[in-house]
């Protein structure tokens, strides 16, 4: 968040989604930096309830509104998308659903994928092929808790890419 919101000046008085929101800390943190219109957006009904109950508790519920849905089905036009899609690990091409949905409706994205060079070729192409253009990537790491009964370890540590990427004019 920090990046979008003080490296390039991508939150304050923007549109913002967030695509695939869990826990809703990417829309919280965009409410809470000034973002003018800030939308949540979650498959999991339980993972939308504790989205609002972690954004009354960040005294911003009333600058959120969450959608229990498909992101596939979300239309309209937002100045910035935010998205920690799933990785395609375990459902292969679940992320590239996420990355062009983004692209479809977004300006500006946000968006996390497993870092590798291979896949960071990969995530850049499918990039291009949406009109979209990579601005800028951020290599970092990305604590996972357990949060599912898939999960075997206490917490993971993966290498991730944030991906800048600018929706270019059609």
């Not at 695509?19 to 919280?28: E, K, Q, T, V, Y």
């Not at 070729?121 to 253009?133: L, S, V």
Request: with cysteine; charged share 30%.
């Amino acid at each position: 968040m920090f990046i979008a919101s003080q490296v390039y000046n991508d939150i304050k008085d923007r549109k913002i989604i967030d695509l695939g929101c869990g826990s809703g800390f990417l829309a919280i943190g965009a409410a809470i930096l000034g973002a003018k219109e800030v939308i949540g957006v979650d498959l999991d009904l339980n993972a939308v309830k504790t989205a609002k109950k972690n954004a009354k508790t960040a005294k911003v519920e009333d600058k959120i509104q969450w959608v229990i849905g498909d992101v596939t089905s979300i239309t309209g036009k937002f100045d910035v998308v935010l998205q920690n899609p799933p990785f395609g690990v375990k459902k292969r091409g679940a992320d590239i659903l996420f990355l062009k949905k983004a692209l479809e409706i977004g300006r500006v994205i946000y968006t996390l994928h497993k870092s590798s060079e291979k896949n960071r070729k990969f995530i850049k192409n499918k990039i291009i092929n949406e009109k979209g253009e990579v601005s800028a990537i951020f290599q970092m790491n990305l604590i996972i808790p357990r949060l599912f009964n898939f999960h075997y370890k206490k917490r993971h540590i993966v290498k991730v890419d944030l991906y800048r990427v600018v929706k270019n004019d059609d």
